[in-house]
Nanobody, 125 residues
């Protein structure tokens, strides 16, 4: 079992930055991870994914060039640096982890086995 806890959300003005963190209870180096988000009234959507080593990453088109996903396996922690935030980035952000020994990037909710409780990000205009 892996438990995930997100932090770093908050209220920020448009154009500002936030850094989300996701701490895992167990070892994370053997599984790829990702970030998703869910805005009110919308489905949970893919934001970014990172491979086991961190050498491979990918992003949703809406955040590419503004968000950066990274991980520190020595700290069992994944990050999402969010710059140039827009009001449409407002959502609850969730971190997710795939099952052990799966290092390929995952793009769908079904690809992930473990989820955090989410952290709210609100971007004001």
């Amino acid at each position: 079992q892996v438990q995930l806890v997100e932090s770093g959300g908050g209220l920020v003005q448009a154009g500002g930055s936030l850094r989300l963190s996701c701490v895992a209870s167990g070892r994370t180096f053997s599984r790829s991870m990702g970030w998703f988000r869910q805005a009110p009234g919308k489905d949970r959507e893919f934001v970014a994914a990172i491979s086991c080593s961190g050498g491979s990453t990918d992003y949703a088109g809406s955040v590419k060039g503004r968000f950066t996903i990274s991980r520190d396996n020595t700290k069992n922690t994944m990050y999402l640096q969010m710059n140039s935030l827009k009001p449409e980035d407002t959502a609850v952000y969730y971190c997710a982890a795939r099952r052990t020994n799966v290092c390929a990037l995952g793009y769908s909710r079904a690809a992930y086995d473990y989820w955090g409780q989410g952290t709210q990000v609100t971007v004001s205009s």
